[in-house]
């Protein structure tokens, strides 16, 4: 299966056209650390993190894990864990995937920048829930929790998610 994202902020997977939010600095194909954009091209749906105090596991056949207060995720480039899944406290800076907001309520990691990351390419790029403004991300993919649950149910090792640009304009 292919979870096709359109950079004006539409989601599809066979399931019909449905609205996600993108990162604040667009869509680019050359996805930096800190540049707010969400990377283009074709990534795989590497497995499902969720918050179990929150809610249940999601039904999916990807691979499924909770997490847990000290789990994080490294994003410094300088760091041997950079775009890693970390134990916190951590030395390096770090997202914490335990987060007051229900945005890694439910999460899926996507393969961008992990076989093997490379240093300022672009860490912790998932696809989240939406915040309640559909405000933009730092760089992930962000759909409603229903959405989110719709696509965890049809969702198998080997689906990808395929970011596209925005159309070039004629000129």
Same mark, same amino acid.
């Given at each position: 299966? $292919? *979870?096709?994202? !359109? /950079? $004006?902020g539409w989601v599809? +997977?066979? /399931?019909?056209?449905?609205r996600c939010a993108l990162g604040k600095g667009g869509v680019r194909a050359d996805k930096r650390e800190g540049d707010g954009a969400t990377p283009a091209g074709r990534l795989p749906l590497r497995r499902a993190l969720y918050r179990p105090d929150r809610g249940p596991a999601p039904a999916t056949s990807l691979p499924c894990a909770a997490i847990a207060p000290e789990d994080? +995720?490294?994003?410094?480039?300088?760091?041997? /864990?950079?775009?890693?899944? *970390?134990? @916190?406290? =951590?030395?390096a800076r770090h997202e914490r995937m335990w987060r007051d907001d229900a945005l890694y309520d439910l999460v899926i990691v996507i393969g961008h920048n992990d076989?093997?990351?490379? /240093?300022? @390419?672009? !860490?912790?790029?998932?696809? =989240? @829930?939406?915040?309640?403004? +559909?405000?933009?991300? $730092?760089?992930?993919v962000a759909l409603s929790r229903a959405d989110m649950l719709d696509l965890l149910a049809a969702a198998a090792p080997g689906d990808t998610l395929v970011v596209r640009g925005p159309a070039a304009v004629p000129g």
């Open positions: 299966m $292919e *979870v096709v994202v !359109s /950079a $004006e599809d +997977w066979g /399931a019909g056209r449905r994080g +995720w490294c994003d410094d480039p300088a760091d041997p /864990a950079y775009n890693r899944p *970390v134990r @916190l406290p =951590h030395p076989g093997p990351p490379v /240093a300022g @390419l672009g !860490s912790a790029v998932f696809i =989240h @829930l939406a915040r309640p403004d +559909w405000g933009p991300t $730092e760089g992930c």
